[in-house]
């Protein structure tokens, strides 16, 4: 069955990126300096791509083959829908960008938006569903651009160079929470275990020993050692002596 609560999550998340691609088009188009309207229409292009992965995800979720990877969707969904609503109110009160300093500022607004924590769980939990295709692939990419720009550009505004660091700093974040969200996934969900050997079966159908499956999916290293019953039962002759 559909999940309205995903549903609407993909759809604010679709929303903001339509948000995203219309403006950055648009100020393309109000500037007369030619590097700068190539800057644009190319983070514009981008914008446009992702459009495409959430409507794929958005046609995928109608069918109901889409699983939702919140605990919480709910307050996930809040929280991007009050993000949408500043930012229409932010544009709707900046009629012009016109200005560098408040176009990159507009700009930060909406990709620190695109940082949030659950679009990177949405791309991470959802590749198998999405084709492997993911905007995670190229999104620090697509920030880096505009890190580059702002230094290139703007070199004498370490104010407003400064926020091309903060969404390099927020992608590596996001990477590293997405990375975290994948191990505890992992670790609370049911597990295929050997019943004889207690070996575990992967995603891909291969069994691995459970020291090799938990290291590769955690900050877990195996010391080894031995519990007393099982000393008991290989080395009876230890208890003897000490009896």
């Not at 959430?54 to 009050?82: H, I, M, Q, S, Y």
């Not at 492997?132 to 160079?161: M, R, T």
């Amino acid at each position: 069955m559909s999940n309205a609560t995903l549903r609407e999550i993909l759809q604010t998340c679709l929303a903001l990126e339509k948000t995203a691609a219309d403006l950055y088009s648009a100020i393309s188009e109000q500037t007369d300096i030619d590097a700068h309207k190539a800057f644009w229409q190319d983070v514009s292009s981008d914008e446009k791509h992702h459009v495409g992965y959430w409507e794929n995800l958005l046609a995928l979720e109608e069918k109901g083959t889409v699983p939702n990877p919140f605990d919480r969707p709910t307050r996930v969904k809040t929280e991007l829908e009050t993000m949408k609503i500043r930012i229409d109110e932010f544009l709707a009160e900046e009629k012009t960008f016109s200005d560098i300093s408040k176009a990159i500022l507009a700009a930060f607004r909406l990709e620190s938006s695109m940082l949030h924590p659950a679009f990177f769980i949405l791309f991470r939990s959802l590749r198998k569903e999405a084709g492997d295709v993911s905007p995670e692939d190229d999104y620090g990419e697509h920030i880096e651009k505009f890190s580059q720009f702002v230094g290139h550009f703007l070199n004498n505004k370490p104010e407003i160079e400064l926020l091309g660091d903060i969404l390099l700093s927020m992608w590596e974040h996001g990477r590293e929470m997405a990375d975290q969200f994948d191990q505890i996934k992992t670790l609370r969900g049911l597990l295929p275990i050997c019943a004889s050997c207690k070996k575990i079966r992967n995603d891909q159908g291969y069994w691995k020993e459970i020291e090799s499956y938990i290291g590769e999916r955690s900050e877990v290293r195996f010391t080894h050692s031995i519990c007393p019953a099982c000393t008991q039962e290989l080395y009876p002759e230890f208890f003897r002596k000490r009896e």
